[in-house]
């Protein structure tokens, strides 16, 4: 089971004003019950179907608010085989090319290891179509979505944070621009690889992963850095100092990636693992082959409707228990 | 486009009018109670009743629109656009554009001959369809600026960002066909073909033009060759890039024909004169017709889920109705 959107969950917040709503008018209105009757209670018949439909009424709502926040929060389980007529592969490759991936706590820093990554990948998927993109604090489609190996591998040998100009990191746009790297038109099956240490100084990547997973665009993350953390040695040989004049530190944030993977439908990977580019190579070419044999793909069933529906009667309920009569035998 | 994935929940929509008489309408839908005025002190009822009146009506329109709402989420909709999806691979082209200074010569009224070049370029790779093509630019000496992509809009960007004598003072036609050689090399489509336009004389650059000719032919790319530009004394203007100085002057103009034409035999491509802008526009419909292969399409619709808003929407008023209810008009069932 899988919750879509799991922030409207917040709407559950609605309860408590309806609940307390409802029972601070309840009291005020057997109060005022009394005052009509004279100072006395009116008869225990009365009293008990009075409370009965407020009861009702209240409840029937709040299970409407539930049951639609529920359908609101998309939920997902099981799947279901849709047609898909697509071959081939495309790739977008997003690289952090922040300053913090010149630490050196995966040698010789994260930046090459990233790129011998994305080189292996490269020459492991041939006949696919690769475009990369570059990140820091902005983003810029450094090589659009080519065949072309030998501008691919130039870029790779050469990436390094000039590349971009903006300071600081934001993994979102080099998502952003990724997804946005993929040209219109192609029938090829779609998938990001993101090379990074996580590490964001920018606005969250949980839009950008949820978009690519709306696109059927899987996000494999592969994490580089130690969560030990790490000085960052500028090519001038000095260490990068913060505010204070102490040496940043800097960790990967596996979490953050791990999130992007799990959000898109996409795996993490730990620059650590054994045959790394073997196993993602092989991780995306069975992506592009289980999405594409027999011209069909098992998707995840939506479960919205039928929490909506549950909700839709219950607030007709909830406009019943209000609105009849109820009459005494 | 609006599309429903369960459109039949729209018939839901009919249970709202008699509803609305029902709720509304109907007589004797309410209770009187009779009591008495001591209850408001013997003052009778001083408070306005139009805000009441507003408050309610809002409140009645909450309520129905919410409703609406929640049935229309029923139903599934979904934002739909429709996407041609080209089933297999088209030519691989890559144009090799001259970047030398005399490609400012103005015999190409109004423009110059690199803006009419760069002009026509950009309406031919509009007409084009799942081609990847890139783009090569050539001075004293050659460059990549653009991998074959069906990136175009990537392309075109970068192709308008192109400055006459940004590669240097020279020409140099071998080069720029070997660099554009290069890059084809990996592709794996069924056709790959180069469009060379220059308007000059080879004089720079290690490979020679029929040397980097049998190289393309080699990978089993077609040359087709353009010579642009018209014969004699051509009046030139420029603007020096590195001192921002712009420079006046006059060339001799012409190319080397026999030389573009071997390099497009050798390849088995074809040469074209173009003397003009009219001339020019005529040699890239050639082209563009002469380069067509089978296309298989198919119609993709996608479509995005937009329940999560009417849902979002309809919560949202059932809930102010309620609480509206509840805390402005102290209303109990």
Request: hydrophobic share 45%; with cysteine.
């Amino acid at each position: 089971m899988k919750l879509e959107n799991p922030l409207g969950l917040f709407f559950l917040l609605l309860l408590v004003p309806v609940v307390y709503a409802a029972l601070r008018n309840y009291l005020g209105a057997k109060t005022f019950r009394r005052r009509l009757a004279g100072g006395e209670g009116p008869e225990d018949g009365d009293s008990g179907r009075f409370f009965a439909r407020v009861f009702l009424h209240t409840v029937f709502f709040c299970a409407f608010l539930v049951f639609s926040v529920l359908a609101l929060a998309d939920i997902s389980w099981g799947t279901a085989p849709q047609t898909e007529d697509r071959s081939g592969l495309e790739v977008a490759l997003a690289l952090d090319v922040s300053r913090s991936m010149l630490a050196e706590d995966s040698p010789p820093t994260r930046l090459k290891t990233a790129c011998d990554i994305a080189l292996g990948l490269i020459q492991g998927l041939g006949g696919s179509r690769f475009a990369v993109a570059a990140f820091k604090g902005g983003a810029v489609l450094a090589v659009p979505m080519t065949e072309d190996r030998e501008t691919l591998e130039a870029f790779f040998l050469d990436a390094g944070p000039p590349a971009v100009n903006a300071p600081g990191t934001s993994v979102e746009s080099g998502l952003e621009t990724a997804l946005a790297a993929f040209p219109p038109g192609t029938a090829s099956h779609r998938a990001i690889v993101l090379l990074s240490d996580g590490e964001s100084l920018e606005n969250s990547s949980g839009e950008s992963a949820r978009k690519a997973a709306a696109l059927g665009i899987p996000v494999f993350a592969v994490g580089i850095g130690g969560a030990g953390g790490s000085v960052i040695r500028l090519p001038g040989g000095n260490l990068l100092a913060g505010p204070g004049g102490r040496p940043v530190v800097t960790r990967q944030n596996q979490e953050a990636l791990e999130a992007i993977a799990r959000v898109s439908g996409g795996e993490y990977f730990s620059f650590r693992e054994p045959g790394l580019i073997s196993r993602l190579t092989d991780r995306l070419r069975g992506f592009a082959e289980s999405h594409g044999k027999m011209g069909f793909r098992l998707a995840p069933v939506h479960r919205y409707r039928s929490f909506l529906l549950a909700g839709f009667f219950l607030l007709c309920a909830s406009i019943l228990a209000r609105s009849v009569k109820w009459k005494k035998k | 486009m609006l599309t429903f994935e369960a459109p039949l929940y729209l018939v839901l929509c009919f249970l709202i009018p008699p509803g609305i008489w029902l709720r509304h309408l109907r007589r004797g839908r309410g209770n009187l109670i009779g009591f008495p005025f001591d209850l408001w002190r013997q003052r009778g009822f001083s408070a306005s009743l139009r805000a009441l009146r507003i408050l309610l009506l809002f409140c009645h329109s909450a309520f129905w629109t919410g409703c609406a709402l929640l049935i229309v989420a029923l139903a599934g909709p979904g934002l739909s656009s429709r996407e041609r999806v080209f089933l297999n691979k088209g030519i691989d082209m890559m144009i090799v554009l001259d970047e030398s200074p005399s490609m400012a010569a103005q015999d190409f009224q109004p423009k110059d001959r690199f803006e009419t070049a760069r002009e026509t370029i950009r309406r031919f790779i509009r007409g084009r369809e799942n081609d990847p093509i890139g783009l090569v630019g050539f001075g004293y000496e050659a460059a990549l600026h653009v991998p074959p992509t069906l990136d175009y809009q990537y392309l075109l960007s970068e192709l308008d960002k192109l400055q006459v004598m940004a590669l240097g003072d020279g020409t140099a036609i071998g080069m720029g066909i070997a660099v554009a050689a290069l890059h084809l090399k990996s592709s794996t489509a069924p056709e790959k073909v180069i469009i060379l336009l220059t308007d000059g004389k080879n004089n720079a650059g290690e490979i020679p033009p029929d040397t980097a000719a049998r190289i393309a032919a080699g990978l089993g790319a077609r040359i087709y060759v353009i010579g642009i530009g018209g014969r004699g004394e051509v009046p030139i203007e420029l603007r020096d890039l590195k001192s921002g100085k712009i420079l006046r002057g006059s060339i001799e103009g012409g190319f080397d024909e026999e030389v573009l034409k071997t390099v497009a035999e050798k390849s088995g491509g074809s040469y074209f004169f173009a003397g003009n802008q009219g001339t020019l526009n005529a040699v890239f419909s050639a082209i563009d017709s002469l380069e067509t292969v089978e296309r298989r399409v198919r119609i993709q619709v996608t479509t995005r889920a937009v329940h999560a808003w009417f849902i979002m929407a309809a919560i949202i008023l059932l809930a102010a109705d309620f609480l509206l209810r509840v805390f402005f008009l102290r209303e109990v069932p």
